[in-house]
């Protein structure tokens, strides 16, 4: 779980000020607008502290292009686990496109390509472009003449509900327990990563509201 914290160089819209019209509280909402962002960011690295089969991984500039991300595949023909490679294609307009995938693992000869999403919901235009690039990455690897899986992983879904707004989803839609199943990771080691940070981020918002409220009073007790 990413930690909320305050910082003096992080830029604001504004738009958490206009809302309440105090400074203190819009620099919270902030704080914990970029923490949530941070742990969605957080995910892949927290599958990977997790993992417990033994297909090498890959991350970051070792596949950051399509190429890099073949060859590692290439040199790994027993199977491999990649988190933030590249697939290139042409789009409708025949124009080529660089496209990240969140995770490909490869192993017994199947491409299994994932979008991994933290929560469960997504609004209905994000969910179109997200299924658009699931359905980009079956077509990219079938071109090749290669055995390929593709879905979208919602880690945090439980009870296999979600509010994904398009009606493909259901052909795509795996759960964070599925996915770690079928491929080794640890999903209860994965699941305490994400609340070891609790307590800290709790305690820090209990602070920062005592000092909103603390502030609160003694301005309008000036008055």
Request: aromatic share 10%; proline share 2%; glycine share 6%.
């Amino acid at each position: 779980m990413a930690l909320i914290k305050k910082n003096k160089n992080r830029k604001s819209t504004g738009a958490y000020k206009r809302l309440v019209g105090n400074q203190q509280i819009a620099d919270l909402m902030t704080a914990f607008h970029a923490a949530a962002i941070c742990n969605g960011n957080q995910v892949s690295d927290k599958l990977i502290v997790s993992y417990e089969g033994e297909l090498p991984i890959y991350k970051g500039k070792e596949v950051n292009t399509p190429n890099k991300t073949l060859k590692v595949i290439e040199k790994n023909p027993n199977g491999v686990i990649i988190f933030g490679g590249y697939i290139s294609y042409s789009n409708e307009n025949r124009k080529e496109k660089k496209q990240e995938v969140d995770v490909i693992v490869f192993v017994d000869g199947i491409f299994y390509c994932y979008e991994i999403k933290d929560g469960d919901n997504l609004d209905t235009k994000k969910s179109k472009s997200e299924i658009d690039v699931i359905e980009s990455f079956m077509k990219y690897f079938s071109q090749k003449g290669k055995k390929v899986e593709v879905g979208l992983i919602s880690v945090n879904m439980e009870n296999g509900k979600h509010q994904i707004k398009d009606k493909r989803i259901n052909d795509y839609i795996i759960s964070g327990l599925d996915f770690c199943d079928k491929f080794e990771f640890n999903f209860n080691k994965f699941l305490n990563l994400q609340i070891d940070e609790q307590p800290y981020n709790e305690l820090f918002v209990i602070k920062e509201m005592e000092n909103i409220i603390s502030e609160h009073n003694k301005k309008n007790n000036k008055k």
